[in-house]
C-alpha cells in the first residue's frame, strides 16, 4: 500500500529540521544570557570589592573619631564645671573641637550606613546573577544534549551496545560526559587565564598612563615585572589545561612518558604512592591505542584515588611481541563487582562499561578483578595496532 501523495516525506524531515533549527538557536539565546549575567557578575564582584574596602576603612574612621569625640566631650565638661579657670579662647576651642568631631562622627557614620546598604543590595544582585549563570549553564547543556540526540548522535554513540535499553544510557552518558568536559575547560578557561589576562590588560594600562604622565620609571619597571610574571603564570596554566585535554607527550613521545608525567602532576596532590613498572622492551603503538590505554589508566587511577581507600598504586606495562598489557592494581578496600555493575547501570554510571567499549572497539581483552579485602586489580591487552580507523580513542 503507498501512501497518499499529499504526505511527503520531504515536508516531514524540512519540520524535523526546524525543531533542531530552533533548538539551536535558542541554546545560542541563552547562552548570550548566561555570558552577558557573568560578566555582570564579574562587574559587580569588582565593585562589590571595592566597596567592602571603603567600607572597613569608614569603619575605622568612625571607631577613631567616636574614641577623639569622647575625649573632646570629657574635655568640655571639664571646662563646663570649672568655666572660671579657663580663657574664652580655650572655652571656644573646647566648644569647637567638639562640635567639629560631632559632625565628622555624624558624616562617617552616615557614610558607613550608606555603604552597607549599597554592600547588601551589590551582595543581593551577585546572588542572583550567580543563580542565573547557573541556570542558563544548565539550560544550554540540556539543550546541546536534545540537539545531539535529534542530529542522530546518540544512536552513533551507543550502537556498539547489544542491549537497547543500556545502548540508550550509554549514549545519553556519552553526550553528558561531553558536555560537562566543554564546561569544565570553559570554566577553567575563564577561571584562570582569562581573569589573568584582563589584570594584565589593566596593569598594562596602568603602565600607559604612568608613561604618559612623564612619572617615575621605577614604578613603570615594577609593573612591567609583575605583567611579565602573569603572562608566565599564564602560559603554566594554559599548558596544563592543555595536558588534560590531550597530552602533547602521548603523541610526541609515546605512552610511559605521557604516563610519567602524568603520575607526577597526580602526585603532587595526593599522598599516595603510585609507581610505574615497565616490562619488556617499549613500542610505539597505534595512536587510537596508545590514547584509549592512557584514558583508561587515567580513570582507572582516579576511581581508585576517589573509592578505594588504598595507600599504594602500581601500574604495570607490559610490551610482548604483538601485544601490550597494562594493569593498575591497589591496596584498598576492593568491592563486590556484580553489585558495582548493578548500581551503576540503575545510576546510570558507566565508568567500567565505558572502560570496556573503548578496549573492546579496539578488538582487545578487558577485565576487573576484585573483592571485598583483596584490593582492586583492572587490567587490559590490546594489539600493537589495529585495522581499520573508526575509533580515535577520544
Known sequence: MSLPETFDIKELDKAFLKTIDAVEKGKEEIFNISEAARQEYTRVKLLLDDIRAELDQTIDEVDEVEHLFQRARIKLMQVSKEFANYSEEEIREAYDTAYNLQLRLSTARERERELKKSRDELDRTMRRLKEMVQRSEKMVSQMSIAAEVLKGNLE????????????????????VAQEEERKRVARELHDG????????????????????????????????????KLVQDILVEMRQIIFDLRPMSLDDLGLLPALTRYITIVQKNTPVIIDIVDIGEETRLHPAVEVALFRLIQEAINNALKHSGCSNITIRVEFTEDDVIVQIIDNGFGFDLQEAKKVASENQNFGLLGMEERVRLLGGQFGVETGYGQGTKVWARVAHNISGGEYNGS
Open 193 to 228: 587565564p582569562v581573569q589573568s589576562l584582563a589584570n594584565v590588560a589593566l596593569r598594562a594600562d596602568y603602565c600607559q598612563k604612568i608613561h604618559e604622565a612623564g612619572n617615575d620609571s621605577v614604578e613603570v619597571s615594577k609593573e612591567m615585572a609583575e605583567i611579565k
Open 156 to 175: 552513533i554513540a551507543s550502537k556498539a551496545f547489544a542491549d537497547m535499553q543500556n545502548r540508550y544510557l550509554y549514549g545519553v552518558q556519552v553526550v
